[in-house]
């Protein structure tokens, strides 16, 4: 079993509508939670970060964390087509070691229809 | 304009013939790491260098090298390259001392097709 869950898609939605991105992992000792944008021929580039429970917000976009549950989300409200992108759970334990290393999903691939 | 460069962006060769992906930054980041991407697996690290003459293995470092003589280079080496290793190659790069928020730099990708 993966460490990180993450449907691959690909998602596809209208343009207006209200995204929901999610990821499931396994360890509980998990920290700090990242969303990554990876436009096509393009490298990963972070969108959002989280420390511990709650939510977090930025403009259109909303990260959750659910601890209880093992679950992240990524919310994103008015959705427009250049948010068509894969996105990328990511998540790290503490301490912060010498290696920030990240243990990343495997991308869910969304599709904003104008 | 900060950046992390790779070179070349696409790379179609044959099994055992050496090759090297090169990686720069102009960020003056201490920390560099190189990951492969393949579908359904998301990213996996390869190696990291916390500074220059530091290198230390990633979770899938088998037939790969890489070197840190410089701080903003940071090559990935395939000596003896097999199709296995065709996948999606990134570079990024951290300042030391980062914190828990700060985003990694990621280069634009490098496709490798060892046929």
């Known amino acids: 079993q993966k460490e990180v869950e993450q449907d691959p898609g690909p998602l596809s939605v209208p343009e207006g509508a209200i995204v929901s991105l999610n990821c499931t992992y396994s360890?509980?000792?998990?920290?700090?939670f990242m969303w990554y944008r990876q436009y096509s021929r393009k490298g990963p580039e972070l969108l959002m970060y989280?420390?511990s429970s709650g939510n977090k917000e930025d403009g259109r976009f909303t990260a959750q964390v659910d601890k209880s549950s093992k679950y992240i989300s990524l919310f994103i409200r008015d959705s427009q087509p250049s948010d068509s992108a894969t996105y990328l759970c990511?998540?790290?334990?503490?301490?912060?070691?010498?290696?920030?290393?990240?243990?990343w999903g495997a991308g869910t691939k969304l599709i904003i229809k104008p | 304009e900060a950046q992390v460069t790779q070179n070349p962006r696409y790379l179609i060769t044959v099994t055992g013939k050496k090759l090297t992906v090169t990686c720069s930054q102009n960020?003056?980041?201490?920390?560099m790491s190189w990951y492969r991407q393949d579908p359904g697996l998301g990213l996996r690290q390869i190696y990291y260098?916390?500074?220059?003459?530091?290198?230390d293995k990633g979770d899938v470092p088998e037939g790969y090298k890489v070197s840190r003589k410089e701080k903003r280079n940071f090559p990935l080496i395939l000596e003896s390259p097999s199709p296995n290793q065709t996948s999606l190659y990134f570079c990024?790069?951290?300042?030391?001392?980062?914190?828990?928020?700060?985003?990694?730099?990621f280069g634009d990708g490098t496709r490798l097709s060892i046929l």
């Open positions: 990511a998540m790290r334990i503490l301490p912060m070691d010498s290696n920030y290393q990240l243990i």
């Open positions: 989280t420390y």
């Open positions: 360890n509980s000792a998990f920290q700090y």
């Open positions: 990024a790069s951290l300042p030391s001392g980062t914190r828990h928020g700060q985003p990694q730099h």
């Open positions: 960020m003056n980041h201490e920390y």
């Open positions: 260098s916390m500074n220059v003459e530091v290198t």
